[in-house]
Nanobody, 126 residues
Framework: QVRLEESGGGSVQAGGSLRLSCAASDYTYGNSNCMGWFRQAPGKKREYVSAITSDGETDYTNAVKGRFTISKDNTKKTMYLQMNSLKPEDTAMYYC???????????????????WGQGTQVTVSS
């Protein structure tokens, strides 16, 4: 059973930084070859943020390009999301995700297509 546990969320002012972590137990990328971050703001659907493959290739949604950096430490089985220049619109619950298939890596599929963590709240004030 894959378990994902996020940490590192908090409250910051606009322009500040946070680093999220996702500890993954019993996950070896499998058929998907990737892991990723999603977020859900109040009243909105969960949306894709970023993904990283087992080879270290990265991808970002346009809204966070140049501000967020995804990375991983295979020895610690941990994925990170460094978030800089945070904006109020980045306020959301952030979720770590392990897709079942590679086509799921960049979102756009039902929640049942992923393993999810419990989420960590990020709040950015103006």
């Amino acid at each position: 059973q894959v378990r994902l546990e996020e940490s590192g969320g908090g409250s910051v002012q606009a322009g500040g930084s946070l680093r999220l972590s996702c500890a993954a137990s019993d996950y070896t990328y499998g058929n998907s070859n990737c892991m990723g971050w999603f977020r859900q703001a109040p009243g909105k659907k969960r949306e894709y943020v970023s993904a990283i493959t087992s080879d270290g290739e990265t991808d970002y949604t346009n809204a966070v390009k140049g501000r967020f950096t995804i990375s991983k430490d295979n020895t610690k089985k941990t994925m990170y999301l460094q978030m800089n220049s945070l904006k109020p619109e980045d306020t959301a619950m952030y979720y770590c995700a392990a897709p079942f298939l590679h086509i799921h890596c960049r979102g756009g599929y039902p929640d049942s297509s992923y393993y999810w963590g419990q989420g960590t709240q990020v709040t950015v004030s103006s």
